[in-house]
């Protein structure tokens, strides 16, 4: 098939209020302006934000793509990215300006100021040195959200060693798979952590997985829980009784900026894992570039992102982004409903947050759990809105703009990957009109296109595949010890003009105004009667319904049609789960979309199956609707009961 049926359109338009423009970094003639000059000279765009970072060696060169789709940015350059981040700050006013501001699951708190957060890193970085860790030497971070996490990402990145952190809820097979696969030599842990009120075995999971990992000579823990652990004498270390004794003061390790940064793993428990390897200097260029105009920054901005550094998200837009440009960042370290379901919106206004940055899935469970819950905060300090991490639905949006932006703020809803480092795609909240949905258009110095599979381009709403057609100084560099994957996983499927691109994997199309819209994975894709429709789509419009809080549509084989369309759906506390509903929400897709993609069957579920960092498993529903059951792996579900129900659900099918 050439081209993926769009089926779903969205007219409403939302501009920046005339306030906000007149402060905002970019207006329309300003980004229009920094457009032009992207295009007309895209090295020397790239090398004007690369200033940006405090270099030892400012580099005169800006892409080398002579090994393409192995690229190089800067490579002349050197510098450490902890001096842009931290000491560039200590002979400014920002020295006792605050960097962290933490909030622990169980209410404590801790506020660190520039200055103490060099001071942690040094010392954290002198006692990594001190046990023999170098540059060039890969480390494994599996800790809680506390500040020793980015203590430590920091810490590792001022000695020149690898980092790579874990998601602190994988398992056991998932440390271990990831510590092998990187020949690592340390391990950075905590007792443990908090999730909804329990106790997460961190340094349990670890010892577990070090059953299997010879190459491992340290393992140093952050005391979190005081739950009892086990200390392996030699081998273990507590990060207090290290610390404690460094002074302060460690000389920053100069690298290329093509030297390494971290390995960050994107592939599931089973298989060989993927490790996505991300560069110094162009991966820090493009997150400062991006943290400055998507975001808007100032300085007397307090800033929230609820990803956690586990994730891409958390590596460039808690730790990397912000700090670059000294910004207070606030850190929370448990679930948005622990312990109550008010908690973001009461960080908000405890800390007086101006920007706050979250996921769909997370707007999906606020509207799933009610309006009164934010409408019992102000939200009064709030300017600007993100989201991440999947296409937000327009209602979701809508709901998002006036119950937590209370109508005044703009949303910045940025496309991006953990490949790509940094946003690639977003409205800049002074400059763009935006539409619910949309994600709108690719940064200054991005080239995006939405091709067929012959790599000829498609037109305004005609879908078809999200690729990137010059390369980006956050670009991957490679696959860790795998270079052969990257360029067949990344550059295999098609070429534009005679010569591979990256393709993103997504779904995707272009409407009239030059807006973009993601349509899902390529792998979302239902074939229902000839028609290929993206499950987002139909996901979309059974969420426009006021009924509904959040939907996951999939296929399963169908003799007649191909494939039936079963929807999973969740609704908003106070409507029943009646046939009689299902009945509704069938009509809702029909009026949105069309008869073609009417659900077969709707099946209500008080909750999706997701991993722990709030993505549905969309795999596990697949089985359910094809089987009636879950056999597949599940070592990343956040709650395997949701499974249990779902398995024993009665479907309202026909």
């Known amino acids: ?45 790239w090398l004007k934000q690369a200033q940006q970072l405090v270099w030892r060696t400012p580099p005169t060169q ?12 800067f490579a002349d350059g050197q510098l450490n990215i902890t001096e842009s981040c931290l000491d560039r700050h200590l002979t400014t006013h920002r020295r006792n300006k605050a960097a962290l501001i933490w909030e622990g699951e169980p209410g404590d708190q801790r506020v660190i100021t520039y200055f103490e957060l060099h001071r942690e890193v040094c010392r954290a970085a002198a006692a990594l040195l001190r046990l023999g860790i170098k540059t060039g030497d890969r480390v494994i971070i599996y800790m809680p959200m506390v500040p020793e996490l980015v203590f430590a990402v920091l810490a590792c990145a001022r000695i020149g060693a690898t980092h790579s952190v874990i998601f602190g809820g994988f398992s056991a097979e998932a440390i271990r798979d990831r510590i092998n696969d990187a020949g690592a030599i340390a391990v950075l842990t905590a007792d443990g952590g908090y999730r909804r009120g329990k106790v997460v075995p961190l340094k349990h999971n670890v010892d577990e997985a070090l059953k299997h990992c010879p190459g491992i000579r340290h393992v140093v823990v952050v005391s979190r829980t005081g739950q009892d652990i ?60 991006s943290t400055k105009y998507v975001f808007d920054l100032r300085d007397e901005d307090t800033y929230f992102c609820t990803a956690d550094v586990g994730w891409v998200t958390g590596h460039s837009y808690i730790v990397y982004g912000p700090l670059i440009h000294g910004a207070s960042v606030v850190m929370y370290e448990g679930a948005p409903d622990a312990p109550h379901k008010g908690r973001f919106w009461e960080i908000i206004d405890k800390w007086g ?102 790599g000829t381009r498609c037109g305004p709403n005609e879908g078809g595949y999200l690729v990137v057609t010059r390369p980006w100084p956050g670009q991957l560099r490679t696959v860790w010890g795998d270079p052969d994957r990257y360029s067949k996983t990344y550059f295999g499927d098609i070429k534009v003009g005679g010569r591979p691109v990256y393709f993103t994997g997504d779904r995707a199309r272009f409407d009239e105004d030059g807006y973009l ?8 894709v239902l074939n229902v009667a000839g028609h290929r429709i993206g499950t987002a789509e139909v996901e979309s419009a059974l969420v426009s319904h006021p009924h509904v809080a959040e939907a996951a549509v ?25 046939p009689e509903t299902a009945a509704l929400l069938k009509d809702q897709v029909v009026r949105e979309i069309g008869a073609i993609a009417r659900p077969d069957d709707i099946r209500f579920t008080d909750a999706l199956p997701k991993t722990r960092s709030g993505k549905i498993m969309r795999r596990l529903l697949r089985e359910i609707a094809t089987t009636g059951k879950a056999v597949g792996d ?21």
């Open 62 to 73: 800006a892409l080398d793509q002579s090994q393409h789709p192995f690229v190089r940015w």
């Open 554 to 578: 999939v296929g399963r084989p169908d003799e007649l049609k191909g494939q039936a369309i079963v929807a999973f759906v969740t609704l908003r506390s106070g409507h029943s789960q009646t």
């Open 1 to 45: 098939m050439k081209t993926i049926d769009s089926v779903l359109s969205e007219k409403t338009m939302f501009p920046p209020s005339g306030t906000f423009v007149e402060q905002a970094h970019l207006d329309q003639e300003g980004l229009r302006s920094l457009r032009e000059e992207a295009s007309a000279d895209p090295d020397g765009f």
């Open 230 to 289: 086990t200390m392996h004498p030699g081998r273990d270390h507590f990060w207090n009784d290290l610390v404690k004794a460094e002074s302060g003061h460690c000389e920053p390790a100069i690298v290329s900026a093509e030297h390494p940064l971290f390995i960050l793993y994107t592939s599931g428990t089973t298989g060989k894992p993927k490790g996505v390897v991300h560069s110094t200097g162009g991966y820090a260029t493009q997150v400062a570039f």
């Open 634 to 654: 599940v070592t990343t579900l956040e709650d395997i009961a949701v499974l249990q129900r779902l398995s024993a659900s009665d479907s309202d099918e026909e």
């Open 353 to 454: 947050v101006t920007i706050f940055y979250t996921a769909p899935t997370a707007i999906r469970a606020f509207m799933r759990w009610g309006d009164q819950f934010p409408r019992a905060y102000r939200l009064n300090t709030l300017r600007l809105l993100g989201t991440v991490g999947e296409p937000i639905n327009p209602a979701a949006w809508i709901w998002y703009h006036e119950q937590i932006g209370r109508g005044r703020c703009p949303i910045v809803d940025t496309w991006w990957q953990t490949e790509t480092g940094g946003m690639m795609v977003s409205p800049l909240p002074g400059a763009t009109v935006a539409k619910p949905g949309s994600c709108t258009q690719p940064l200054p110095g991005i080239a995006v296109e939405v091709v067929h599979k012959d």
């Open 517 to 524: 819209w993601v349509m899902g994975r390529v792998d979302d």
